[in-house]
């Protein structure tokens, strides 16, 4: 059972920067592929970035390219998504997903394990 735990969400003006940190634990299986998603109020949860099991491989959905980097260190089971230009749509509850396959996986129902989400609010 991999256990996922996300930190690093707060509030922030709009074009300001934040850095999640997702902490896996339990397998701590570095060849899994992880995510991250986010979910607004009222809205349905969706795509942010994914990384591949080496982290040579990473895939972003359009509204985040350019402003958002995945990353992650095998060494210390934890995965980055670094975020700058931020803007209030943005604003969300950001999920951190991990995929029992060590290819990138992009849909929410490829993913095997989720943690509780961390806030993210950026002020206009």
């Known amino acids: 059972q991999e256990q996922l735990e996300e930190s690093g969400g707060g509030l922030v003006q709009a074009g300001g920067s934040l850095r999640l940190s997702c902490a896996a634990s339990?397998?701590?299986?570095?060849?899994?592929?992880m995510g991250w998603f986010r979910q607004a109020p009222g809205k349905e949860r969706e795509f942010v970035a994914a990384?591949?099991?080496?982290?040579?491989?990473?895939s972003y959905a359009d509204s985040v390219k350019g402003r958002f980097t995945i990353s992650r260190d095998n060494a210390k089971n934890m995965v980055y998504l670094q975020m700058n230009s931020l803007k209030p749509e943005d604003t969300a509850v950001y999920y951190c997903?991990?995929?029992?396959?060590?290819?990138?996986?992009?849909?929410?129902?490829?993913?095997?394990?989720w943690g509780q989400g961390t806030q993210v609010t950026v002020s206009s």
């Open positions: 990384i591949n099991w080496s982290g040579y491989s990473t």
């Open positions: 339990g397998r701590t299986d570095s060849s899994y592929a």
């Open positions: 997903a991990a995929a029992a396959a060590p290819n990138i996986r992009t849909r929410e129902y490829q993913y095997d394990y």
